[in-house]
């Protein structure tokens, strides 16, 4: 695993700032009755080795100070909140990292005991969060908190902060100038099926302060909350990992394409009334989810034109599939000749088989000498003849052999079904290609085609399934 360079001792580092327990009251996950700092260091490396073992690697990239090895710091990520993210972020690091995370990320049980063993600090939403938190940064902790969706009526991308904005600027309030506060955006890429990617990539942006050089603090958070927005925004939209502006529009227009062709497949009734398509386009809403989405997560577009891309690449296969049995000649439009076919196709296999028995040595040679790939056009007399100088003498050996184990009668049977068997292995060759093939495939193409319609609605589930997450992140119907 790569991690940020740092002058000092995975050990140093961890011992300088133990973590403690909280007072009764904290809404800290934990306990007085429990080593923190063993507990913790015990809890990530099993957790290094599950991400190794059964999920994938981590390796962190970004600036060349990396994570600060002490004092006071706020890694700032605009990744959705889970406890996965912060299991990710806790193995990452050699530091100890505290994580501040909504209480509703950790409802569930083993959530809530392996966050209270790593010392995950639960919001509530309420002031006495915050001050949990602050107490930890004012040790000189480090701390992970999520900038989540600002609940704005702006239109267009909006701005990443909530919670994590006000932790920064109220403990940055708290050290008042006597420690440096430094908050880091950080950039996570979570590959998501069906992607094979193999490492989960960690991207760290120089530091922000909560309130700009030469700009003088007001007394209202508000209005440092905005300074540190203005911050962060632009190393947000930094996001190396996110889809370039001529991809994203790809995208957008294969999610248009898509969303386009499950309102034709819908019947309407009566059919004059079906509803005009020429104008479609995709709604505001969409595409601000996906441009929110390309800044915040990423992996989650990448792994959704992935899955979309496979899908139409089997689709224009089915298509292509489709025109060339179209117009592979009138005796596919003919039962008795199709009859014929598929009759041939049975009958003839075992002397296909035996044509292949006796042609295999014949074709190894041809193979290893090059000369068994037929080239067209270019194709000259010489390689014909060369073949023939290649295989004739190999048929005469294998009938003289014949002749040596079962006599001269033998000899003569195999002498004449060697050639037709090799010839009519050319001929079946043809037939599986031209005639077999095609129609394999019309008898399949009902059962392909309802296969792709069934991974069409699948994908269009799953990005109902995201664009409904970002939704309930906002507050807001759409």
């Given at each position: 695993?790569?991690r940020?360079?740092?002058?000092?001792?995975s050990t140093?580092?961890e011992t300088?700032?133990?973590l403690r327990s909280?007072?009764?009251?904290?809404p800290?996950?934990?306990?007085?009755e429990?080593?923190?700092?063993?507990?913790?260091r015990?809890?990530?490396?099993?957790?290094?080795?599950?991400?190794k073992v059964?999920?994938r690697p981590?390796?962190?990239l970004?600036?060349e100070?990396?994570?600060?090895a002490?004092?006071p710091?706020?890694?700032?990520?605009g990744?959705p909140?889970?406890?996965l993210?912060?299991?990710?972020f806790?193995a990452?690091?050699?530091?100890?990292l505290r994580?501040f995370l909504?209480r509703?990320?950790?409802?569930?049980?083993?959530a809530?005991?392996v966050?209270?063993a790593?010392?995950v600090?639960?919001d509530?939403g309420?002031?006495?969060?915050l001050?949990?938190?602050c107490r930890?940064?004012?040790r000189?902790e480090a701390l992970l908190?999520f900038?989540?969706?600002e609940k704005?009526?702006?239109e267009?991308v909006?701005?990443l902060?909530?919670?994590?904005?006000h932790?920064a600027?109220?403990?940055?309030?708290?050290?008042?100038?006597?420690?440096?506060?430094?908050?880091?955006?950080?950039?996570?890429?979570?590959?998501q099926?069906?992607?094979?990617s193999?490492?989960?990539l960690i991207?760290?942006?120089?530091?922000?302060?909560p309130?700009?050089?030469g700009?003088?603090?007001?007394?209202?958070v508000?209005s440092?909350a905005?300074?540190l927005l203005a911050?962060?925004?632009?190393?947000f939209?930094?996001?190396v990992f996110?889809l370039?502006?001529?991809d994203?529009?790809?995208?957008?227009?294969d999610?248009?394409?898509a969303?386009r062709?499950d309102l034709?497949?819908k019947?309407t009734r009566?059919?004059?009334?079906?509803t005009?398509?020429d104008?479609?386009v995709?709604?505001e809403?969409?595409?601000?989810w996906?441009?929110?989405?390309?800044?915040?997560?990423?992996a989650c577009?990448v792994?959704?034109?992935?899955e979309?891309?496979?899908?139409?690449e089997?689709q224009r296969?089915a298509?292509?599939l489709?025109?060339?049995?179209?117009?592979?000649g009138?005796w596919?439009?003919?039962?008795?000749?199709?009859s014929?076919a598929w009759?041939?196709?049975?009958?003839g296999?075992?002397?296909?088989v035996?044509?292949l028995?006796?042609?295999?040595v014949a074709?190894?040679?041809?193979?290893?000498s090059g000369?068994?790939?037929?080239k067209?056009?270019?194709?000259?007399?010489?390689?014909?003849?060369?073949?023939?100088g290649i295989v004739?003498?190999?048929?005469?050996l294998q009938v003289?052999?014949?002749?040596w184990?079962?006599g001269?009668?033998w000899?003569?049977?195999?002498?004449?079904s060697?050639?037709?068997s090799?010839?009519?292995?050319?001929?079946?060759a043809w037939?599986?290609m031209?005639r077999?093939?095609?129609?394999?495939?019309?008898s399949f193409?009902?059962r392909v085609r309802?296969?792709?319609e069934?991974?069409?609605?699948?994908?269009l589930?799953?990005?109902?399934?995201?664009r409904?997450a970002?939704?309930e992140r906002?507050?807001?119907a759409?």
């Open positions: 695993m790569n940020v360079p740092s002058a000092e001792k140093d580092r300088a700032h133990p909280a007072e009764p009251d904290s800290f996950l934990v306990g007085p429990i080593e923190p700092t063993a507990v913790y015990f809890l990530r490396s099993l957790i290094r080795l599950w991400l059964f999920r981590i390796r962190v970004g600036a100070d990396g994570l600060p002490s004092g710091v706020i890694l700032m990520s990744h909140p889970s406890i993210a912060c299991l990710i806790i990452a690091f050699d530091r100890p994580c909504g509703q990320y950790i409802a569930r049980a083993w809530g005991l966050g209270r790593l010392g600090i639960a509530h309420d002031a006495a969060s001050e949990a938190a930890v940064g004012e000189g908190a900038a989540e969706l704005s009526s702006l267009g909006r701005p902060g909530g919670r994590a904005v932790l600027v109220e403990l940055d309030k708290r050290l008042g100038g006597a420690s440096q506060l430094a908050v880091i955006p950080v950039h996570i890429f979570l590959p099926p069906p992607l094979d193999s490492e989960v991207q760290l942006e120089p530091p922000v302060r309130v700009g050089e700009v003088k603090p007001t007394p209202a508000g440092e905005m300074e911050a962060l925004e632009p190393a939209r930094r996001n996110r370039r502006p001529a994203m529009r790809d995208f957008l227009a999610i248009e394409d969303l062709q034709e497949s019947p009566p059919p004059e009334r079906r005009k398509l104008g479609f995709l709604s809403f969409l595409v601000e996906a441009e929110q989405e390309n800044q915040m997560n990423p577009l792994a959704l034109r992935s979309l891309d496979a899908w139409r089997r296969a298509s292509l489709d025109i060339e049995a179209e117009t592979s009138p596919i439009r003919s039962a008795w000749r199709r014929a009759a041939e196709t049975v009958a296999l075992p002397v296909a035996i044509g028995v006796n042609s295999v074709l190894a040679v041809l193979k290893v000369l068994g790939r037929i067209k056009p270019g194709e000259n007399s010489r390689r014909w003849l060369a073949r023939v004739l003498p190999i048929l005469v003289v052999v014949c002749d184990r079962w001269r009668s000899a003569g049977v195999y002498a004449v060697l050639p037709v090799a010839l009519y292995l050319w001929r079946y037939l599986l031209h077999s093939r095609l129609l394999g495939w019309r193409n009902p309802a296969r792709l069934q991974k069409r609605r699948k994908w589930r799953e990005l109902d399934l995201v409904d970002y939704t906002l507050g807001v759409h």
